[in-house]
Nanobody, 118 residues
């Protein structure tokens, strides 16, 4: 299983970024997917989740209305569109696949850094 995030970077407050997570090694089209983020010294927190068909989404209250999670099952990729970014959105963003393979539950990407600063 491999999850490769991309799209992070430095952006000014109020700006936008689109994160991508390319998945391989499992049947992506039947897997729910999530984005998490983590700030040093704090626990990793759920940002957004999407079901396998892309018909149901859930968001953390702090990002609702600003972030949108989506997926393209033909490309084995999940996205996180982040608009109206705030300094408090600064974190490492991780893609997560809650799949069970060979007895192991859950796989994480390596993370992509997002810094919101003027």
């Amino acid at each position: 299983v491999q999850l490769v995030e991309s799209g992070g970077g430095l952006v000014q407050p109020g700006g936008s970024l689109r994160l991508s997570c390319a998945a391989s090694g499992f049947t992506f089209s039947i897997a729910d997917m999530s984005w998490y983020r983590q700030v040093p010294g704090k626990e990793r927190e759920l940002v957004a989740g999407i079901n396998s068909a892309g018909s149901r989404r859930n968001y953390a209250g702090s990002v609702k209305g600003r972030f949108t999670i989506s997926r393209d099952n033909s490309k084995n990729t999940v996205y996180l569109q982040m608009n109206s970014l705030l300094p408090e959105d600064t974190a490492v963003y991780y893609c997560y696949a809650p799949v069970v393979i060979l007895g192991r539950t859950g796989y994480w990407g390596q993370g992509t850094h997002v810094t919101v600063s003027s």
